[in-house]
């Protein structure tokens, strides 16, 4: 149990373009997703948090309109990376939450923009 | 807001070996204290987790140790495997708020 999709596994796209990562909880129902970001040899940076229904709250520094988050039911979340340039490039983490404290993560996303 | 210090970095150990990673918190509202292990492109996986209604908690190999007063926990890890190799990854939250994860350390299990 708990499992956690995300997809796709990597992209890569030009400087400019946008591109959208899906989160799905496959065997429970999310309440809460979180999205992460995370470089090279560094710890895991929270960028959002998703709750379904409801807009998501952003951490200071983070850009809303470049990292558009939709939580529209209790098993998918996704993050659309809008204009994405090179520094954007980095391992997207989901994670999920049903209602306990216990957070399920995905298997990462690994974006390269050129 | 919740601040989680994690030590050592990295940390060499020899097969048969003991590894002991610590962290310190500094929100004495936080209570759910989960040890995540990712390993190189991997998601990270949950090992073992403590509430603040216990101090100790064991799984096979795996024991994590919470001292509220001081506000630090422990990932203690016995017998160590080559497979045990990946970084391990502390976090601390309050009930259903956000983790604040630790820097990560870096385990090598050499043969």
């Known amino acids: 149990g708990a499992v956690v999709s995300q997809h796709p596994s990597w992209v890569i796209c030009k400087s400019g373009t946008s591109v959208k990562i899906e989160c799905r909880s496959l065997?429970?129902?999310?309440?809460?997703m979180f999205w992460y970001r995370q470089f090279p040899k560094q710890s895991l940076m929270l960028m959002a948090t998703?709750?379904?229904?409801?807009?998501?709250?952003?951490e200071q520094g983070v850009e809303k309109d470049k990292f558009l988050i939709n939580h529209a039911s209790l098993t998918l979340s996704t993050l659309t990376v809008t204009s994405a340039h090179p520094e954007d490039s980095s391992f997207y983490i989901c994670?999920?939450?049903?209602?306990?404290?216990?957070?399920?993560f995905g298997p990462g996303t690994r974006l390269t923009v050129l | 807001g919740e601040n989680v210090e994690q030590h050592p970095s990295t940390l060499s150990v020899q097969e048969g070996d003991s590894a002991v990673i610590k962290c310190t918190y500094s929100d004495s509202a936080s209570n759910y204290f989960p040890w995540y292990k990712q390993e190189l492109g991997k998601r990270p996986q949950l090992i073992i987790d403590?509430?603040?209604?216990?101090g100790e908690k064991k799984d096979q190999r795996i024991a994590v140790t919470l001292n509220k007063t001081a506000k630090h926990f422990s990932l203690h890890i016995t017998e160590t495997q080559p497979e045990d190799s990946a970084v391990y990854f502390c976090?601390?939250?309050?009930?259903?708020?956000?983790?604040?994860f630790g820097t990560g350390t870096r385990l090598l299990v050499s043969p």
């Open positions: 994670s999920a939450r049903a209602r306990t404290d216990t957070q399920y």
């Open positions: 065997d429970f129902q999310a309440t809460t």
């Open positions: 998703s709750n379904e229904g409801s807009k998501a709250t952003y």
């Open positions: 976090a601390a939250s309050q009930g259903f708020q956000k983790l604040v």
């Open positions: 403590i509430r603040s209604n216990v």
